[in-house]
C-alpha cells in the first residue's frame, strides 16, 4: 500500500495505479476509520482494478461550534486497517495542500436541497462537503466512489453535483453497517458515554418501528412519525432534531409512504450528534 501527502506524490503515484486503464476506485473518509468505512473499501474493490481512500478532515463543512478540533483522529490505525484490508493507495494530505488559498477559493453550491434534513440545522455543512469532494475527484479522476448509506443526505446531493456538473463518476451508497443493537457505526460513537451508547440504539429502534407499521399495512407519514417518535421517547437521553418521511430523489416531504420512501433522523445523545435513516421496502 503508497501512502501520499502531497498532490505531487499522488499524481505519480495515480500514474502508476492507472497503467493499461486500470479503473480506480476511491473511498473519501476522514479517518478514525470503523468497519464501515472498511466496508466502502470492499464495495470499492468490486468492479474496480485499483482501490484508493483519501482521509482528510474537512475544515469547510465545520460549523463554527462545531468538534473540527476535537473530531478524532488516528492515523496510524487508520493506515493499519487500510493496508489489511487491501487499499492499494491513501491520500493524506495536510488542510494547506488541499485548500493552499485557505479555503476563500471557488466552493460548490448544493442548490436547494441544502436546506433540507441536515442541512437546515448545519449551514455551510453541504457546501463544504460538495466542495471537498470535487476538488478530490479532480484530483484522482476516480471511475466510481464509494459513499456511507448513513450519510443519506450527503450522498444524494454528490450524486446530484456529479450528475448536473458532468463529472462522469459513478456514485456508489453502500449499505450501513451497524452494530449488533442496531446502532449505525459513525466516528462520533467515540464521544457517547456508557449511558448515552446504552440509550443511542434508540434511533435505530424508532426507525424500525415505522418500518414495522408499514409493513403492517399504514401509509400515512404522519402516522408512520408518530409511531417512531413513540420509541424515540422510550429513550430519554435522545433529543430528535428531525423526524421526517422523504422522497429519496428530491428530499421533499411526502405525504403517503411507500416503496422508496425514507425515513431520517437526527438526534442528540448527550452533545453528541447522530444520524440514521431507513429506506421503506
Known amino acids: ?110 442548490g436547494p436541497l441544502e436546506d433540507r434534513l441536515c442541512g437546515a440545522f448545519r449551514p455551510g455543512h453541504f457546501r463544504g462537503v460538495l466542495t471537498v469532494v470535487a476538488k478530490l475527484f479532480g484530483l484522482f479522476r476516480p471511475s466510481a466512489a464509494v459513499f456511507g448509506r448513513k450519510d443519506f443526505q450527503q450522498a444524494v446531493l454528490i450524486k446530484h453535483m ?29 464521544y457517547l458515554s456508557a449511558d448515552e451508547r446504552g440509550q443511542a440504539a434508540g434511533l435505530h429502534s424508532g426507525l424500525m418501528a415505522a418500518a414495522k407499521s408499514y409493513a403492517d399495512g399504514e401509509r400515512n407519514a404522519m402516522d408512520l412519525l408518530a409511531e417512531a417518535r413513540r420509541v424515540l421517547d422510550l429513550h430519554p437521553l435522545v433529543e430528535p432534531q428531525y423526524l421526517e418521511a422523504v422522497d429519496p430523489l428530491t428530499l421533499d416531504p411526502v405525504e403517503r409512504a411507500a416503496s422508496g420512501t425514507v425515513i431520517a433522523v437526527a438526534a442528540f445523545c448527550g452533545r453528541t450528534r447522530l444520524i440514521d435513516n431507513l429506506e421503506l421496502p
Open 1 to 110: 500500500m503508497i501512502v501520499v501527502r502531497t498532490r505531487g506524490e499522488l499524481g505519480r503515484s495515480l500514474t502508476d495505479a492507472r497503467h493499461g486503464d486500470a479503473s480506480l476506485g476511491l473511498v473519501p473518509t476522514m479517518g478514525h476509520l470503523h468497519e464501515g468505512h472498511l466496508s466502502l473499501v470492499d464495495t470499492a474493490r468490486q468492479g474496480n482494478d485499483r482501490v484508493a481512500v483519501s482521509i482528510f478532515v474537512n475544515p469547510l463543512q465545520f460549523g463554527p461550534s462545531e468538534d473540527l478540533d476535537s473530531y478524532p483522529r488516528n492515523e496510524e490505525r487508520d493506515l493499519e486497517a487500510l493496508e489489511a484490508r487491501g487499499a492499494d493507495l491513501v491520500f493524506v494530505p495536510t488542510v494547506e495542500e488541499i485548500y493552499p488559498r485557505g479555503g476563500s477559493g471557488v466552493t460548490v453550491s448544493p
Open 162 to 190: 456529479v450528475d448536473d456538473l458532468d463529472m462522469g463518476v459513478r456514485v456508489v451508497t453502500a449499505p450501513i453497517v451497524r452494530e449488533p443493537d442496531g446502532l449505525a457505526l459513525s466516528s462520533r460513537n467515540a
